[in-house]
């Protein structure tokens, strides 16, 4: 678990959780509003396709957001893909569970981005790869998010 940094805690009402959903598992990144920059954090697992709530419950507890904002992929035309459902599902879920808003943001090709930027750019192998892209592309989501905020 990653610790907040207490130079940040006063900004508690500024901090979002960002996450990239899949059905096996779901990255996830925080970010501060304030000064726009979304950071990775950990790979949550899932469980027959059922999401990690206790992990995700530990980093809600952790860092106290004031919202979450998850990556939603659709098609070129606008229309659902086959994952898509499950997405929009995971967002009312963490909105029912945790009582914050939730925002979704077009997640448009933000893992094939991560992995292009680790593979490419920074040469991480393939099983490093598995396990730390889902996290770069939530903190991609995120940064979205954040840079689409005035």
């Given amino acids: 678990m990653h610790k907040k940094d207490p130079i940040l805690a006063g900004l508690q009402s500024e901090t ?11 990255g ?8 726009k920059t979304a950071s990775p954090l950990m790979t ?39 994952i898509t459902p499950r997405m929009l599902k995971f967002c009312r879920q963490l909105k029912g569970r945790y009582h914050l808003p939730v925002f979704q943001v077009d997640e448009a090709l933000s893992t094939f981005e991560a992995k292009q930027m680790l593979y490419d750019d920074l040469h991480v192998n393939a099983s490093k790869l598995w396990e730390v892209q889902d996290q770069l592309a939530a903190q991609l989501i995120l940064q979205t998010w954040l840079n689409q905020q005035k």
């Fill in 44 to 82: 949550i697992r899932s469980l027959n396709q059922t999401p990690g709530w206790d992990k995700i419950s530990a980093l809600i507890s952790e860092w106290q957001p004031t919202g979450l904002v998850v990556g939603v992929s659709r098609q070129a035309d606008g229309s659902d893909n086959i």
């Fill in 28 to 35: 996830t990144a925080v970010g501060q509003l304030m000064t």
């Fill in 16 to 26: 979002y959780l960002g996450f990239d959903f899949g059905n096996k598992k779901i």
